[in-house]
């Protein structure tokens, strides 16, 4: 299970052994982007199955070549919310664990020079608050990208339950979240040192966006 951070008590960061294993071969300046890709879909897939764990299910009844029997199913229907790119990068390992999930999609960049997001798309489900809401972005860097996210997705539309799954989070991103939406809970793989001057992580991974798609 992930551990609940002291210093961020709205982030629960996975040591898990075999995370970490893939998240330093990820962070290595000379991992091409068909590893890089591969690596984070894994790390993604394994987060999942750990925060789904708290997803309500509802009993049913079922008929096996045997006999009647009872079950569980996912009670209510399950979306993922990519940040566009980067998120993307993510998608598919969570998919690989939830295939039933819908996918809505928020489009936002963040301006090189007042690191501000600047948004370009969004299209989610109409009833995206009846179910529990996955935020992907690999990257919490100033929090500004997933704050707006999060606003689009808990104030304007609603939504009750929502994670954010990234794989590195700066600190100054995790307080603005902590701060802007304080019902909001974290799963990364590592709460890195600080961020630079051009306000990427340190020591990070560089541009997630580049690294995924093979832009650099
Ligand atoms: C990256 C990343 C986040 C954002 C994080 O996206 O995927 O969305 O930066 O930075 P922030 O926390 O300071 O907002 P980027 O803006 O590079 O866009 P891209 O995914 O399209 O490359
Ligand atoms: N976006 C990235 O892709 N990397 C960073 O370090 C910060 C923002």
Known sequence: MPKQSIEHPNVWVF????????????????????????????????MCFQLSREFQTTEVEIETPLQRTE??????????????????????????????????????????????????YSKVPTDIAGGPVLLIDPMLATGGSASYAANILINE??????????????????QRLRED????TIFTASIDSCLNEKGYIVPGLGDAGDRIFGTL
Do not use: S
């Open 71 to 120: 079950g569980k199913r996912l009670a209510d229907p399950v979306t993922l919310v990519p940040v566009l790119r980067a998120g993307i990068g993510m998608t598919d390992g969570i998919l690989q664990m939830i295939p039933e999930a819908r996918v809505g999609h928020i489009g936002v960049y963040r301006n090189e020079e007042t690191k501000e997001p600047v948004p370009y």
């Open 181 to 184: 939406h304080p019902t909001l």
């Open 15 to 46: 040591d898990h052994p075999v995370i970490q294993d893939k998240l330093t071969r990820i962070r290595q300046k000379d991992t091409q982007h068909t590893d890089f890709r591969r690596l984070l879909n894994e790390i993604a897939g394994l």
């Open 157 to 174: 539309l609603g939504c009750k339950i929502v994670q954010m799954v990234c794989l590195v989070a700066a600190p100054e991103g995790a």
